[in-house]
């Protein structure tokens, strides 16, 4: 089995930063792509920002220069460094990662999220 645990969420004012963290544990031989979304209330889960293996990143628009995307290979991780916040960056925050497991099996795997408040 493979795992992701997020770290790093809680309450920040307006214009405050956090940094979010996921760990990747289990099985695993390989990891590709890994990334996050985020989930706001009543709406669709969407993308934030992804990095592949190689590093090459992609962000949504709406965070572009304020969110930055990184990952640690040695250590299975992937972080986001989130600066400006705003209250519409408010959401739980999932993180997501493509994998090969040490049985060849190729899966898309989420951790639990965990939640981002940013209000005054």
């Known amino acids: 089995q493979v795992h992701l645990v997020e770290s790093g969420g809680g309450l920040v004012h307006p214009g405050g930063s956090l940094r979010l963290s996921c760990a990747a544990s289990?099985?695993?031989?390989?990891?590709?792509?890994m990334g996050w979304y985020r989930q706001a209330p009543g709406k669709e889960r969407e993308l934030v920002a992804t990095?592949?293996?190689?590093?090459?990143?992609n962000y949504a628009d709406s965070v572009k220069g304020r969110f930055t995307v990184s990952r640690d290979d040695a250590k299975k991780m992937v972080y986001l460094q989130m600066n400006s916040l705003k209250p519409e960056d408010t959401a739980v925050y999932y993180c997501?990662?493509?994998?090969?497991?040490?049985?060849?099996?190729?899966?898309?795997?989420w951790g639990q999220g965990t939640l981002v408040t940013v209000s005054s």
């Open positions: 997501n990662a493509a994998v090969t497991t040490t049985t060849f099996r190729n899966l898309e795997v």
């Open positions: 289990g099985s695993i031989r390989s990891i590709y792509t």
């Open positions: 990095i592949t293996n190689g590093g090459i990143t």
